[in-house]
T-cell receptor, first 113, second 114 residues
């Protein structure tokens, strides 16, 4: 069965510092992988996704993620954090065989001035 | 271009009351699903559907019923609300088509059971 693990429920960085949010998945077949962002009291916004092709995926707001099959990882990075990046981030996976979109427990990103 | 429409946005129920959360999509997607979001637990799958007339249970189905009579609509029913069902509920509509695979979410329903 597919599952998603996000290491660190809270990550705190200084403005301008590297952002690294970790996501590992468990899947018996090649998965589709997603990162979503949620700002306070709002819905979910797609940041980026990996479906097929290039394993380094670029998304909105300067974020990118790399699909590493050997490590079953899909970590989210941004070279330089901005105050507006403070939000909760969710990693998610879909398996072709089940059609279910399964989420990790989320990581809250705090950006210090 | 409505996408996924959820109603209501807010609801307060008394313990034991019933209600239906509505979800409609206009993208002709086969796959729809319901999630609940609780602090520290991410989004947990309640029920999902892979097409009209076909539904299945997710991770946390107890206390909830669904049906899918049309492609467009996927209502979630709480038969007898309990305080443990206080949560934010999201409906999603998705398609699996290789590189175009994506999921779209409604704006959520904030439910409080007192």
């Amino acid at each position: 069965a597919q599952s998603v693990t996000q290491l660190g429920s809270h990550v705190s960085v200084s403005e301008g510092a590297l952002v690294l949010l970790r996501c590992n998945y468990s899947s018996s077949v090649p998965p589709y992988l997603f990162w979503y962002v949620q700002y306070p009291n709002q819905g979910l916004q797609l940041l980026l996704k990996y479906t097929t092709g290039a394993t380094l995926v670029k998304g909105i707001n300067g974020f990118e993620a790399e699909f590493k099959k050997s490590e079953t990882s899909f970590h989210l990075t941004k070279p330089s954090a901005h105050m507006s990046d403070a939000a909760e981030y969710f990693c998610a996976v879909i398996e072709d065989s089940s059609y279910k979109l399964i989420f990790g427990s989320g990581t809250r990103l705090l950006v210090r001035p | 271009n409505a996408g996924v429409t959820q109603t209501p946005k807010f609801q307060v129920l008394k313990t034991g009351q019933s209600m239906t959360l509505q979800c409609a999509q206009d993208m002709n997607h086969e796959y729809m699903s319901w999630y609940r979001q609780d602090p520290g637990m991410g989004l947990r799958l309640i029920h999902y559907s892979v097409g009209a007339g076909i539904t299945d249970q997710g991770e946390v189905p107890n206390g909830y019923n669904v049906s899918r009579s049309t492609t467009e609509d996927f209502p979630l029913r709480l038969l007898s609300a309990a305080p443990s069902q206080t949560s934010v509920y999201f409906c999603a509509s998705s398609y699996l088509q290789g590189a175009r695979t994506e999921a779209f979410f409604g704006q959520g329903t904030r439910l409080t059971v007192v």
